[in-house]
């Protein structure tokens, strides 16, 4: 679903990789899927590996539509990865779901990519120029080929693809000898490794090691390369990692409650987010009230330090996604309206405090806002959970352009106004690292427009790949 009712950063994908001796691991990546299905919702796909034999299925939908009995018992054997698409604003193309899979001189290779490519209109052109055909618009393709046209064993192609990639990339592959996970020099997205009886799990979040049993056992650091294989699982460094900039939109949106990174809970870290919020921007108002869901961790910090009441004042239909349903213009002016509906005993007569985690484009903010008045609030405070979105983002969130981004020229007052909020505040960048605990580490380019790249890449990249190959974003 498109309009007002999608102001949200939007992911690119989740990845999985099992290595399971014995067992289905098909089937376990299945559930490892499930788990990761909010962090893409368009498409979504799974390779297994039975006697060097590859075994792929894949097609657009949810995870619990897309596999089922019959399809997952095709694909055997002790090894597989898998993928989740986010859903893009552009274009789809089935040749862009993932996993990749290709036949080579080696055997098969299947790869599933998490992230986005600084430097993929170079390496396209490097590729097109030695005479490799592509059939893809995506990053992903690119790594294949790169993989395929190296030299040495896989490891070895690996370590030359890592001296070869600029930007963001966690990645599992697959050949019929073992399977890999690969982590960017700068660890852009998280991928966590698991021990699962005799074997091994590789996923994006450690929330999908314990739906399948596995129990965590560390990240696969920046530039590292692990290897699972009938030997166990190895780890090696395959390029010298770089200033860590891990996404901080891990912990404002994207990641589940239940995921750790860096140590932290998930959930944890974004109720001291509220709290610091509340203590940055206090208001004399009656309750609090999030935006569901992403907002509700925060509301409650904010809640719990302002000593205000939580309640919910806003009902999330959870079942809107993406619909090429064309609704009515009422309807579709009314936007917001299809997601979510007021609960106005919980808020008639209130001076209401609104609790989201951010706001991208704006467009969603001033109809809850509206709502929330029409409901019976008297006064409607808006605090979010993060600073100002001021920069688009290049390492494969789809952000929006930066003429898209409600701040990245107008002051907060202006913004206020354009909501139609009584007040609205937002966390200082100084705030949300201390309620990370951090005072580095993190990409924060979106809020402050300092890149771990250089600005002229960006450039290339916007005015190439993203309007030649649309779908490039998200891959």
């Known amino acids: 679903m498109s309009g007002p009712a999608t102001d949200a950063p939007r992911e690119e994908c989740g990845v999985i990789g099992v290595y399971a001796p014995g067992r289905h691991a098909a089937r376990i ?6 788990t990761l299905q909010h962090r893409g919702q368009e498409a979504t796909g799974i390779a297994s590996c039975d006697r060097g034999t590859v075994h792929l299925h894949r097609a657009p939908g949810l995870v619990g539509s897309v596999f089922n009995e019959d399809n997952l018992s095709t694909l055997a054997g002790e090894a597989a990865i898998g993928h989740n698409r986010y859903s893009t604003t552009g274009a789809s193309s089935v040749r862009n779901i993932q996993p990749q899979v290709i036949e080579t001189i080696d055997g098969p290779l299947a790869v599933a990519h998490n992230g986005n490519l600084v430097n993929a209109p170079q390496l396209r052109r490097e590729l097109l120029e030695n005479g490799v055909g592509l059939q893809t618009s995506s990053d992903t393709e690119l790594i294949v080929q790169l993989l395929v046209v190296g030299t040495g064993d ?3 192609r690996i370590r030359t693809l890592m001296a070869r990639l600029e930007g963001a990339y966690s990645l599992t592959i697959m050949t019929r ?19 699962l009886d005799d074997g091994w799990v590789l996923a994006s979040e450690s929330c999908a090691l314990s739906v399948v049993g596995a129990s965590f056992t560390g990240e696969v650091a920046p530039g590292q390369i692990a290897r699972i294989d009938p030997g166990g699982m190895t780890l090696e460094q395959g390029a010298p990692p770089l200033r860590r900039a891990f996404c901080t939109f891990e912990h404002i949106y994207f990641s589940r409650p239940d995921t750790h990174h860096g140590g932290s809970l998930v959930h944890a870290v974004r109720q001291r987010l509220g709290r610091r919020l509340a203590m940055e921007a206090p208001t004399d108002a009656d309750v609090v009230v999030p935006v569901p869901d992403s907002g509700n961790p925060q509301a409650v910090g904010y809640a719990q330090q302002s000593a205000l009441p939580y309640t919910d004042g806003l009902i999330k239909n959870r079942y809107v996604g ?21 609960l ?15 706001i991208v484009r704006g467009t969603t903010s001033g109809p809850l806002v509206r709502m929330l008045r029409e409901a019976g609030a008297v006064e409607v405070h808006v605090r979010v ?25 107008r002051p907060v007052s202006e913004i206020c106004d354009h909501i139609g909020a009584d007040s609205l505040a937002f966390l200082s960048l100084e705030g949300m690292m201390q309620a990370l605990e951090a005072s580095d ?20 990249l916007e005015l190439g790949s993203k309007n030649q190959f649309a779908s490039v974003w998200g891959d």
């Not at 993406?322 to 007021?342: C, D, H």
């Not at 600073?387 to 930066?402: L, R």
């Open 322 to 342: 993406r619909t090429f349903i064309e609704p009515t213009q009422e309807l579709r002016e009314a936007g917001v309206a299809m997601k979510f509906n007021p």
């Open 385 to 409: 959970a993060c600073p100002p979105i001021t920069d688009p983002c290049y390492m494969g969130v789809d952000m929006a352009a930066k003429d898209e981004l409600i701040a990245s020229d």
């Open 29 to 34: 990546a299945f559930f490892g899927l499930h």
């Open 154 to 156: 896989w490891l070895a």
């Open 344 to 358: 106005g005993d919980n808020v008639k007569g209130k001076r209401v405090v609104l609790v989201d985690d951010s």
């Open 441 to 460: 580490g993190y990409c924060n380019a979106c809020f402050t427009g300092d890149y771990p790249f250089e600005p002229e890449r960006f450039v290339q």
């Open 177 to 195: 000898e073992a399977v890999y996970g690969v982590r960017d020099p700068r660890g852009f997205r998280p991928l966590v490794m698991g021990r």
